[in-house]
């Protein structure tokens, strides 16, 4: 048995009420001047600095692995949709550097939604006791196609100001729980939307 080494950062799959991600996001833009490489599955935060775009589109950047988050990207574009052809309807990575022009994201910002994201493989494994706690992000790099981003497990703890809460092991008959590359169920605990809360 052993789980596949597959990272593809966080993937919406439901909500803590225990429906099915039904594809809601907003849109949100990325400045030109924005160096950051940004892929499906990246997790983002409001970028203080740019405030929004010339059409009044918040702005975001990628998220450090601490701190509150505004959601994550789950559609890419290189021109503002719905007004000039997008090259691409079905790019998931902006590369690293400065752009010439404005790029937008669609992103998951709903507080309750529960998201599929594979754990780091070195340290300590997240065990069944810590479902309740919370824990940071690790970054990752994308592979060019995909967000590399996974689940911290050195964080762990019920402190408010974790990122992520754990709600589970995913229940699937290819993950199994405590081998390397498991994957997990989780929300956004500490949400620019939602003031994070203490783990259980």
Request: net charge negative; hydrophobic share 40%.
């Amino acid at each position: 048995m052993s789980n596949q080494n597959r990272p593809s950062g966080l993937r919406p799959v439901g909500n803590i009420r225990g429906n099915n991600y039904n594809g809601s996001a907003r849109l949100y833009s990325i400045a030109a001047a924005n160096v950051n490489a940004f892929a499906m599955g990246d997790p983002v935060i409001t970028d203080g600095a740019v405030g929004a775009d010339s059409r009044g589109v918040p702005a975001i950047t990628i998220a450090p692995i601490t701190g509150p988050l505004r959601g994550v990207i789950v559609g890419l574009f290189d021109t503002y949709p719905g007004i000039a052809q997008v090259s691409d309807p079905n790019r998931t990575i902006r590369t690293s550097g400065a752009k010439t022009t404005v790029w937008y994201a669609m992103v998951c910002d709903d507080p309750d939604t529960l998201f599929e994201v594979q754990e780091i493989e070195t340290g300590t494994l997240l065990a069944l006791a810590d479902v309740g706690l919370n824990v940071n992000l690790v970054a990752g790099t994308n592979n060019g196609f995909i967000s590399g981003w996974l689940l911290g497990n050195t964080t762990e703890a019920v402190t408010a100001t974790l990122q992520m809460r754990v709600f589970g092991p995913v229940q699937r008959q290819d993950n199994f729980i405590g081998l390397p590359f498991q994957k997990w169920l989780v929300s956004i605990n500490a949400h620019e939307l939602n003031g994070g809360t203490a783990g259980l």
